[in-house]
């Protein structure tokens, strides 16, 4: 069977409704996450995945046509992690923090993510690459959230400096700590340090310290 690349559109995979079948294509993602992190997204292909998985091929591809629809389902999957995460930082108590510390509690707790999912790197390198479609709507996602917070912290922000304030911060400072995330562990700590500079500096025109 020749594998279909993830440079074709992929077909949509389908979610499953019972929790039986839900556990089986969590399984198969998760497999998919550690063949990918440990083989690179090219080499996996779905027989590889669905023995790995323990799960019959036929089973597979009743939720996932092709491999980009499990590469598709792993940047979801990510994408609502990384948006909790996010929405962490709309509570009360780390609203009313000093911005320096809100800003460095923000950068740390995106990097301690991106420390605890290795596989994001390994499935956003292929997602920006072969379907930058996807990666625009998961950022896009992201700015949202954002565009909600940033109101709470300075409620003069007009909706239009919200949401370019939410886009800068996603693409500039998003994307800083995920190259970070490659980098030996000393050179990450001083980038991370370096983002947090940098969003504070930035902030700092719009937000009350």
């Known amino acids: 069977m020749v594998?279909?690349?993830a440079d074709n559109a992929s077909r949509a995979w389908r979610k499953p409704k019972q929790a039986r079948s839900l556990a089986r294509v969590n399984r198969i993602l998760d497999v998919a996450e550690a063949m990918f992190?440990?083989?690179g997204y090219a080499a996996a292909t779905t027989k590889q995945i669905a023995a790995e998985a323990?799960?019959?091929?036929?089973s597979l591809y009743q939720f996932f046509p092709d491999?980009?629809?499990?590469?598709?389902a792993l940047a979801e999957r990510y994408t609502d992690l990384l948006n909790a995460q996010l929405q962490q930082f709309d509570t009360e108590a780390l609203l009313s923090l000093p911005l320096p510390e809100y800003v460095q509690r923000f950068n740390e707790s995106i990097d301690q993510f991106f420390a605890d999912n290795p596989g994001y790197r390994a499935t956003f390198i292929e997602?920006?690459?072969?379907?930058?479609?996807?990666?625009?709507?998961?950022?896009?996602?992201?700015?949202q959230t954002f565009t909600r917070i940033l109101p709470k912290l300075n409620d003069t922000l007009s909706k239009a400096d919200c949401e370019a304030i939410a886009f800068v911060l996603v693409k500039s400072v998003g994307n800083l700590l995920w190259v970070?995330?490659?980098?030996?562990?000393?050179?990450?700590?001083r980038l991370v340090r370096e983002t947090q500079q940098l969003t504070l500096n930035y902030l700092q025109s719009y937000l009350p310290n």
């Not at 323990?54 to 036929?58: D, H, T």
């Not at 491999?67 to 598709?72: F, G, Y």
């Open 180 to 189: 970070a995330s490659g980098q030996t562990p000393e050179f990450r700590q």
């Open 37 to 39: 992190v440990r083989d």
């Open 54 to 58: 323990k799960v019959p091929i036929g």
């Open 67 to 72: 491999k980009s629809a499990i590469l598709q």
């Open 127 to 143: 997602i920006t690459t072969s379907m930058p479609e996807t990666d625009e709507a998961m950022d896009r996602q992201l700015i």
């Open 3 to 5: 594998e279909k690349s």
